[in-house]
């Protein structure tokens, strides 16, 4: 195995640096392979960790980017996805969840907000159950991941792309008036995301068993967002999630679907920005 230098954060600054860091580095106890995970580092101040959900890292690149304004922001692409390989032994959402707080140690960085998109708020519940100790606050958009009773979630596996939009989409016509054409690479990058996805979600149903009730276990504070017009999973399931945890939080966004952070960009990062001033303000 190739072994490679990790990134130099120490001396951080607004000269960003957008690195390929080395998996082994950062999950020695998981990795053994020479698959790389594509990390991008922007910006100052604050630390936010960006996880984005199964439609790779441009569901959440707007997002990262007006965060990048007043923070640091730490935008990793997962494994797997976007084109980036997936080791055989990172395999799970809980692997998923020790990648990423390892990282957090690797780059020296505490009071982190953690914001996760779908599969990515699954991974960001997960990190704080196993330790929340470098984690300020999370934020989760429309997350999956846990088992609430009368609800279920939408298997998408088996959709194509614009039946996707129209089943999580406010305004699906706008998005898919929008889309240009799909290309083989585009088409390709699809399947790897939806296969990946497939691989750290097993047979689970986009739900964990026994998630939910670690949550209450969670100490600190959780926003979460959640799009009303989601086909995939009901408000009602982003309420279920919010009360799960010790100091949870419910905001629903209206004329927005599973990605309320594409379909209603400011009133999403009006939301994250007064959920973090409040973070601030109790310290």
């Known amino acids: 195995m190739e ?28 990795l053994n392979t020479d698959g790389r995970a594509a ?6 101040g604050r630390a936010i960790l960006v996880l984005h959900g199964g439609g790779g890292v441009s569901t959440v690149f707007g997002l990262s980017q007006a965060l990048v304004a007043q923070a640091r922001v730490i935008l990793p692409t997962h494994p797997g996805f976007d084109g980036t390989p997936r080791p055989a032994h990172l395999a799970s959402v809980t692997e998923l969840a020790h990648f990423y707080l390892t990282l957090l140690e690797k780059l020296g960085l505490d009071d982190v907000v953690v914001i996760g998109s779908s599969i990515g708020g699954w991974i960001a519940a997960e990190m704080a159950v196993i330790n929340a100790s470098r984690i300020k606050g999370l934020i989760l958009l429309n997350s999956v991941g846990i088992q609430v009773p009368g609800e279920t979630l939408t298997d998408v596996s088996r959709l194509t792309p614009p039946e996707l ?6 305004n699906p016509e706008l998005i898919l008036r929008n889309m240009p ?8 990058i699809q399947a790897a995301n939806a296969a990946s996805l497939a691989a750290y979600t097993k047979s689970t ?45 419910f905001e629903l ?16 990062l009006a939301h994250i920005e007064n959920f973090i001033s409040e973070l601030d303000s109790a310290a």
Do not use: C
Not at 181 to 188: D, L, N, S
Not at 208 to 236: F, H, Q, T, Y
């Open 253 to 268: 966004i209206t004329e927005a679907g599973h990605l309320p952070q594409i379909e209603q960009p400011a009133r999403v």
């Open 165 to 170: 939009i129209r089943l999580a989409s406010h």
């Open 39 to 44: 990390i991008s580092d922007k910006g100052t």
């Open 3 to 30: 072994t490679l230098t990790a990134p130099t954060v120490s001396g951080h600054s607004a000269t960003h640096f957008e690195e390929q860091l080395d998996a082994a580095l950062v999950m020695n106890a998981l």
């Open 181 to 188: 054409p799909p290309t083989a690479e585009r088409q390709a």
């Open 205 to 249: 149903s986009m739900m964990a068993p026994g998630l939910r009730e670690k949550l209450a276990l969670v100490a600190v504070p959780v926003l979460v967002l959640w799009g009303e017009s989601d086909g995939i999973a009901a408000p009602n399931y982003g309420k279920a999630y919010a009360e799960a945890f010790a100091k949870g939080k």
